[in-house]
DNA sequence: AATTCGGGGAC
DNA sequence: GTCCCAGAATT
């Protein structure tokens, strides 16, 4: 039978997205009224300084960056003194920033400006972006900061207004989805004009203050006022309450499944419990014991023969029946559980009652299961016996 | 297209 | 603890 080809990621992102022909003069004007205007690499036109905070800037947060941009620019105030300096110390300025490859790229970028550009750094975006370090986004930000040129950033920040204003579901990391948010950064720019070089440079920042400080991750702005947002007329996640929703999260990789088996030891109404050492899951809780694991395909006749000898340990057991099994999910992996019950023979086992019992194992009555802490799936499977009458 | 680099803040 | 942050380079 013929099978069709079902797509496996998200919808495909809508083709009619409206971009209001005032976007970019919406963004301008708030980001002149509301916006940030007082960052150390702002007010200026040095394309040094606006590099520098550009290369820092990559995903790293602002109040990470101001302090380190401070020092640097104090120690190596210019791109020839950034270039004649030793490697080390462009490691030390840069240290506890992360990203090293920033650093050491940042150090070439240099020495190829005073080498190949007299020492002035390119306002051209399709040159920026052949210098070490500096992708398409990062080049849009410079020649926009530091010359006026029209040209788009596409960020996190823009990412994130862009996927709640616009609607779109897809996860921006997703190349389909960046590509169609770089159509709609080239059109959502404001209109070329007169001003075009402070409309930018207000545009541009005007983006990143907007998803910094009124469309953040957490809880954006316009939830509580809509004033907030110069875009919330327009905004697809407001009006459909998709704030939440938007943009959507990187795909977790498909977890890996383990499995084990527990040992219901039962003992009358009491079952045998284990304390678990501190490091790893469930750490310090009491737990049931656990038969080494199987690597064939499990079979429940042979679980149980092995049960009942790991069971001779501890009295003459009477029987062992595979009693349960549940899946519990951790972040990183799934557990599936299969619980084999084996009752120990009352009669045979009365002169055992009263002997000593290792440290770090204990028999517990049901009754007193709230008096240790226990994992949640155990818990289950013991309440699950427990309702059947079997303790 | 997926992975790597990373310390730090928000939650 | 997770997720993300003014992304780019590498595989």
């Not at 992102?13 to 708030?30: E, K, L, Q």
């Not at 500096?134 to 530091?146: D, E, K, L, Q, W």
């Not at 920040?157 to 779109?168: D, H, L, P, S």
Request: glycine share 8%.
């Amino acid at each position: 039978m013929p099978r069709k080809s079902v797509p496996r990621t998200a919808p495909a992102i809508a083709d009619d997205i409206h971009v209001p022909h005032d976007f970019g003069a919406r963004v301008v004007t708030w980001q002149r009224q509301h916006g940030r205007h007082d960052l150390p690499w702002q007010n200026t036109r040095d394309a040094y300084r606006i590099w520098l905070s550009e290369i820092m800037l990559q995903q790293t947060q602002v109040s990470a960056v101001i302090d380190y941009f401070q020092r640097f620019v104090t120690a190596l105030p210019t791109v020839q003194h950034l270039a004649a300096a030793p490697a080390d110390q462009v490691m030390a300025l840069w240290a506890g920033l992360g990203y090293y490859s920033r650093a050491r790229n940042l150090h070439r970028c240099a020495m190829q400006v005073v080498s190949e550009h007299g020492g002035r750094f390119p306002t051209d975006p399709a040159v920026l972006v052949t210098l070490p370090g500096i992708g398409r986004s990062t080049a849009a930000a410079i020649a926009a900061f530091s010359a006026g040129v029209r040209s788009p950033i596409l960020d996190g920040n823009v990412k994130r207004v862009f996927a709640r204003c616009f609607g779109i579901h897809g996860h921006p990391g997703e190349r389909a989805v960046e590509t169609r948010m770089w159509q709609l950064a080239e059109q959502a720019l404001p209109a070329p004009g007169p001003r075009q070089a402070d409309d930018m440079v207000a545009y541009t920042q005007g983006l990143m203050d907007l998803g910094a400080t009124v469309c953040s991750r957490g809880k954006p702005a316009c939830l509580a006022d809509a004033a907030a947002c110069p875009l919330s007329a327009d905004c697809v996640a407001r009006r459909d309450g998709l704030t939440g929703v938007l943009p959507a999260p990187k795909p977790r990789a498909a977890i890996p499944e383990r499995s084990t088996v527990m040992l219901l030891l039962r003992r009358e109404r009491e079952v045998l419990l284990r304390l678990r050492p501190d490091s790893g899951i469930w750490g310090g809780l009491w737990s049931l014991p656990e038969m080494p694991v199987d690597t064939v395909p499990f079979d429940a006749e042979d679980a149980e023969a092995r049960a009942l000898d790991y069971a001779r340990a501890f009295g003459t057991p009477a029987r062992a029946v595979l009693a349960g099994e549940l899946t519990h999910v951790f972040t990183h992996f799934r557990l599936l559980i299969r619980a084999i019950r084996v009752d120990l023979d009352a009669e045979a086992n009365e002169l055992r009652q009263d002997g000593a019992t290792p440290a770090g194992q204990r028999w517990l009555s049901l009754d007193d299961l709230d008096a240790l802490g226990t994992p949640a799936p155990v818990r289950r499977l013991l309440e699950d016996q427990a309702r059947v009458g079997l303790f």
